[in-house]
């Protein structure tokens, strides 16, 4: 994820469009949680720095209904189109990888962070295990952090600014940082500072392991996967 610079991201065919409802009307059956999560951005002098941010999702099964929803705050800060598709489509591979169906789900980001815009993809593995995670009512062990995104056959994969992100969770106390196994040839010079656990990880299945301490059995492929892309609301 990156603040003030735009990752490209290549929008999958196949999808259908709808407008997506926010969590108004049945406000008290959503779960919610606050997510930290790993970006990079610009400083005063314009070099790159890492930052540590806050998501709020909220997550709510419906039956009956037909295809992921996912619906993006307007405000305070925003997401990018480039972001939302990202989100979206890495739900859809972990919840395939995971062996699991989510065409019951709802989920609901806002990022509270005023006159900010999130791009880029890396923070769709962290948003995407958060998901799993709360379709099966584990939660995120405190103070553990992800960055990267999800392939689309359920890998995580690399993302930039590795050392920087580092450095940023190492200053704000976070004791764990789980990154890609796989990653760009500009990020591979980094140390782990002092008294930090910095986890590889290669798919979404460990990724969900190491964020929330249990297991999902991950029967591999699930037939029939379809979501809602939604404008922001």
Do not use: C
């Amino acid at each position: 994820m990156i603040i003030g610079s735009i990752l490209a991201w290549a929008i999958p065919g196949g999808w259908a469009f709808s407008f997506a409802k926010p969590p108004v009307a049945e406000q008290r059956y959503w779960q919610k949680q606050s997510v930290t999560f790993l970006g990079t951005t610009l400083d005063l002098d314009g070099e790159p720095i890492g930052i540590v941010a806050e998501l709020d999702i909220s997550f709510r099964k419906q039956e009956g209904q037909e295809a992921l929803n996912v619906a993006f705050s307007s405000g305070p800060g925003k997401f990018s189109p480039l972001t939302q598709v990202a989100i979206q489509s890495g739900i859809v591979s972990a919840a395939r990888m995971a062996g699991l169906d989510p065409k019951t789900w709802n989920v609901f980001l806002k990022f509270p962070n005023p006159g900010v815009t999130i791009y880029g993809d890396s923070l769709t593995a962290m948003v995407s295990v958060v998901a799993l995670a709360m379709a099966n009512d584990n939660a995120i062990i405190l103070n553990h952090v992800m960055t990267g995104k999800v392939t689309h056959d359920g890998h995580i994969g690399a993302v930039g600014g590795i050392p920087l992100k580092i450095q940023a969770a190492f200053e704000e106390h976070i004791p764990r940082v789980i990154i890609p196994e796989d990653q760009f040839p500009e990020d591979d010079d980094w140390q782990t500072p002092f008294l930090m656990q910095v986890s590889p990880v290669n798919t979404v299945l460990q990724a969900y392991q190491m964020l929330t301490g249990a297991t999902l059995s991950g029967t591999g492929n699930t037939s029939g996967l379809m979501a809602q892309n939604s404008n922001e609301k």
